[in-house]
């Protein structure tokens, strides 16, 4: 794994596959991300948990 954003350039592909590299980039991870917090905010307004509020 590496630990400085340079390290990504100089070692990243050395240590897996191009499907592992696909499914574990920066991209791929942020989109999961995205999903997961979707769906929370989702069941917590479905709760009434939100945040916000609303005027």
Known sequence: MAAHPIDYEVIGG???????????????KLEKQ?????????????QGCNSRKRS
């Open 14 to 28: 050395n240590f897996s596959t191009d499907k592992a590299r696909q499914i574990w980039s920066e991209e791929a």
């Open 34 to 46: 995205f999903i997961v917090e979707q769906a929370l905010a989702k069941v917590e307004g479905a």
